[in-house]
């Protein structure tokens, strides 16, 4: 069985652009939630889905938004981007929540110049 | 607000050594604790788990106790191998969130 799938692995852009995320769960999954891991620290959670609606979120600033589809694949999405959001970006799913056990991707590597 | 604290790294020992990877934490209520591992390139893996005090996760050859009376729970391993040349992640979750606290990672290189 495929494991967590993101894409694109890595990717570069300019600050103020937007960029696009993606994330499929493990078939059968249908909660999905995000992540940010700047170098060197632990990951910060961003959201969590859980079919198709928002059942948490982080500390992070509205620029951050994400969304989940009827296949419960999901997407990430920042705006406005800052230096500050170079980081590697990590997408885990679970069949229903945290009880179930959480598998991680390997996640989008994002660098903002 | 909930929080982990590990012991900084990097930690470097020999094949068959005794690893200690401390961990402690600050939560309002009672937390789940985790141990995950990253690997280079990939992404995290959980390792084991405790959902109550008292509590011992097991996998792999690790073990953490769930100490509440001291909320600690410390990553042991009897004899490590290179294999186990990995970041090793302390995180917990409050009951009825979704949301996972990581501390900052250990480190942990193993030579032959």
């Known amino acids: 069985d495929a494991g967590v799938t993101q894409s694109p692995t890595h990717l570069i852009k300019t600050r103020g652009q937007h960029v696009t995320l993606r994330c499929s769960p493990i078939?059968?999954?249908?909660?999905v939630s995000w992540y940010q891991q700047v170098l060197g620290q632990g990951p910060q959670f961003i959201f969590q889905y859980y079919e198709k609606e928002e059942r948490g979120r982080g500390n992070f600033p509205d620029r951050f938004s994400a969304r989940q589809f009827p296949n419960y694949s999901s997407e990430l999405n920042v705006n406005a981007l800052l230096l500050g959001d170079s980081a590697l970006y990590l997408c885990?799913?679970?069949?229903?929540?945290?009880?179930?056990?959480?598998?991680f991707g390997s996640g989008t590597r994002l660098t903002v110049v | 607000g909930n929080s982990v604290t590990q012991m900084e790294g990097p930690v470097t020992l020999s094949e068959e050594a005794f690893l200690t990877i401390n961990c402690t934490y600050t939560?309002?209520?009672?937390?789940?604790l985790f141990w995950y591992v990253q690997y280079p390139g990939e992404g995290l893996q959980l390792l084991l788990k405790?959902?109550?005090?008292?509590d011992k996760g097991s996998n792999k050859g690790f073990e953490a106790t769930y100490r509440k009376e001291t909320t600690s729970f410390h990553l042991e391993k009897g004899s490590v191998q290179v294999s186990d040349s990995a970041v090793y992640f302390c995180a917990l979750s409050e009951g009825g969130s979704e949301k996972l606290v990581f501390g900052k990672g250990t480190k942990l290189t193993v030579n032959p």
């Open positions: 405790a959902t109550k005090a008292d």
């Open positions: 078939s059968g999954h249908k909660s």
């Open positions: 885990a799913s679970s069949l229903a929540s945290l009880n179930y056990g959480y598998t």
């Open positions: 939560a309002t209520g009672y937390p789940s």
